[in-house]
């Protein structure tokens, strides 16, 4: 009885102590992504805990590790691939790069990475109100910031992209996020974002690199841009993410003006990054391209609208300009306290 009674004992105490064991030897594996300094330089600190992508030096050398390496330079050179003159096809209505909005080929934290997305991925999205698959996710891109047509989702250029991803995300556990891959918090005034202080900032702060008129400024060889345009018809689609005013404050607070502002140190306060958002942002004045397809309608479901979507109908009452430009707070405390989502 008794040894009956110590044996179940025993081998649970052998399970816990193998199992401390291979937790102690499985942690540094896990934590390869985490906490290092890489050595490219990067502004990533150990004692952040933000998560450090792995190093480029670090893609095998086989076929997947070739499937990689192409992927990696369509997004830093998408348009020399899959541009209007693109030598794999011509896909994209712009010359932008992927990584003209994903930093450092989408490797920088608060930068719009890729740090967990093939870990996220397959995942439901309100805007198609479907669950869509990460290669599906490019395309979106491909189709309102880059406003061309979807690549074929067997295409080599897609298989590509996801391989890389794949890669990045090695060290992320499935379906996690991880610290950095998200964009920074905001203080939302009490106020509409300004568009006059707005446009104050953009001249000061912005006008010297993407232009007086936001046209950007080309490479020497038309091939894309040193600069990249932040509107007009060579931008970004409206109603495409970029187009909503507090995601663009986010990217701009963490990496804009570019050189000056870093996620550490951003160099914008919060209303000014959502004020110059809002000039950057603002339909009346700047235009850009429209979506192709209006037949498709986006949100179904409006609820799973984003806060700063610019387009009604929405699951409240506030206007689609309150809705755009703010002020943010009462709607966001207005689905809070109606068990309605807050999506931004
Ligand atoms: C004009 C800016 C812009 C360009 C250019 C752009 N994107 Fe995006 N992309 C965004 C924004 C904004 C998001 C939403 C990010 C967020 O919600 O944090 C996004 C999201 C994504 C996501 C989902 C990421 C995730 O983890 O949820 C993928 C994948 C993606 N883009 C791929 C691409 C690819 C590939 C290209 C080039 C073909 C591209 N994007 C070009 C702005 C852009
Ligand atoms: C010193 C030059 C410089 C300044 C100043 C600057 N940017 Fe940029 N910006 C860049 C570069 C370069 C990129 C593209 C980064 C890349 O491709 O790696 C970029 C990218 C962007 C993007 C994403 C791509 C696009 O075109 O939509 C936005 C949005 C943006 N900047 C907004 C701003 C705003 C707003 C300001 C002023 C607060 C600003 N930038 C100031 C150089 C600058």
Redesign the pocket.
Known sequence: MNKNFFIPGKSLLTVLIVCAFCISALLPACNTGLNTQTNNGKDVAKDTGVFVPPDTSTIPHDQFGDMVRYGRDL?VN?SKYIGPDGIAGKY?GNK???G???LDAGTRPFG?N?F??HA?YPQYRGRENKVLT?SE??N???ER??NGSPLPLDSKEIVA?VCY?KWLSANVPIGQHVKG???PELEYPNRPADLHKGEAIFLKECASCHGINGGGVWKPDSSGYVFPPLWGEKS?QNG???SRVL?LAR?IKANMPDKKATWRKPYLTDEQAIDVAAYVNDGSIHPRPQKKDKNIPDYLDFKYKAIDYEAGPYVDTFSATQHKFGPYKPIIDYHKAHNLPVIF
Do not use: A, G, Q
């Open positions: 997004i998408t994209l932008m790069n992927c003209n909005c994903h719009f890729f967990s997305s996220r990460l996710r490019i979106n891109c491909v910031p880059h992209m991803f891959d998200e964009m970004y495409s993410s970029p995601k990217f």
